[in-house]
């Protein structure tokens, strides 16, 4: 009877984060009319750091716990599904995307660099206190760039009425909350479901809670997609890769060193940065089709297959 419930839950709250993505998306997509802010900047400081608080609170509640293998799993695993099944799913969706802009151009290399560096700094097997303040710190370098090359992505408004804006920035603030609400207890019973099938727990963080972690990021992008907003789209999904390699596992070395396997953690985070890569590759083209969702979808699978064959092993 409490799988059951489990699951229940499971399904009420995917229902209800895909419907306060439909109201986030429409809030954020007025306010930056409202305030000249371009799209691309929006998806990735607000709703992409928006919805990655649940790998945060993942990683401070596994960090607390010391259960370094179910951070390093939600963190690689959510990555990996944003490149592959977000996008893909993203991409078949709407058909044909195109991206107008030279942000992927600007920021292709930054962003290859920055899923690099974990694997730099994780290859003696621990994240220590110290490699999270560098994770931190080239955090706090991306979104000043970011900031500083918003001038040619958009025309900010010097002054701005409260009242042209309150009523949106009340929507998103509630859609977000219960988004994020909606999103623990998916959590919650993902780890009730996962312990009574007795599922391991790198598995179910590179799987199963990076499945539930990502599902903002996979009902925003989509919403954006069919709304035509696909800066926000593909910006939330650039964002959310980088909160979670910088970000998210640096405040979780901050509180507490991980120490892993050194080769399970170098395989996955290698899959990790070619999916990246592919998925960079695909957007600098302007374009992106369901054809190469497909293309990302399958990328997926193999990665399922290969951990599935390692696990085995």
Request: aromatic share 10%; hydrophobic share 55%.
């Amino acid at each position: 009877m409490d799988i059951i419930i489990s699951f229940i839950i499971a399904i009420a709250s995917l229902l209800v984060i895909m419907k306060a993505a439909s109201y986030a998306i429409t809030a954020i997509s007025n306010y930056a009319k409202t305030t000249g802010i371009s799209e691309y900047l929006i998806g990735f400081l607000v709703v992409s750091i928006g919805t990655s608080l649940p790998e945060l609170s993942t990683a401070i509640m596994g960090s607390l716990a010391n259960q370094s293998k179910l951070i390093l799993g939600d963190l690689i695993g959510a990555n990996i599904i944003d490149v592959t099944l977000v996008l893909g799913l993203t991409a078949i969706i709407g058909k044909k995307i195109v991206i107008e802009g030279d942000a992927i151009d600007k920021t292709f290399l930054t962003t290859i660099a920055l899923v690099i560096l974990p694997l730099i700094l994780g290859f003696d097997g621990k994240f220590q206190r110290f490699d999270g303040l560098i994770l931190l710190g080239a955090f706090a370098i991306y979104i000043f760039r970011l900031i500083k090359k918003e001038g040619t992505l958009g025309r900010i408004k010097k002054s701005i009425s409260i009242k042209d804006i309150w009523k949106d920035m009340l929507v998103f603030l509630g859609s977000m909350f219960a988004l994020l609400l909606s999103a623990k207890w998916f959590l919650i019973s993902c780890f009730q479901i996962s312990n009574y099938f007795g599922i391991p727990t790198f598995i179910m963080g590179l799987v199963f809670v990076a499945i539930g972690t990502t599902v903002p990021e996979l009902t925003v992008s989509i919403r954006s997609v069919l709304k035509g907003h696909h800066h926000i789209g593909f910006g939330n999904i650039l964002g959310s890769i980088i909160a979670n390699i910088t970000l998210v596992l640096g405040i979780a070395a901050l509180i507490n060193p991980i120490s892993f396997d050194k080769t399970r953690f170098i395989t996955s985070a290698l899959f990790m940065l070619t999916s990246v890569v592919i998925a960079i590759l695909f957007l600098k083209k302007k374009t992106i089709t369901w054809q190469e969702g497909v293309a990302l979808l399958l990328v997926y699978i193999t990665f399922l297959v290969s951990e599935g064959i390692l696990f085995l092993f």
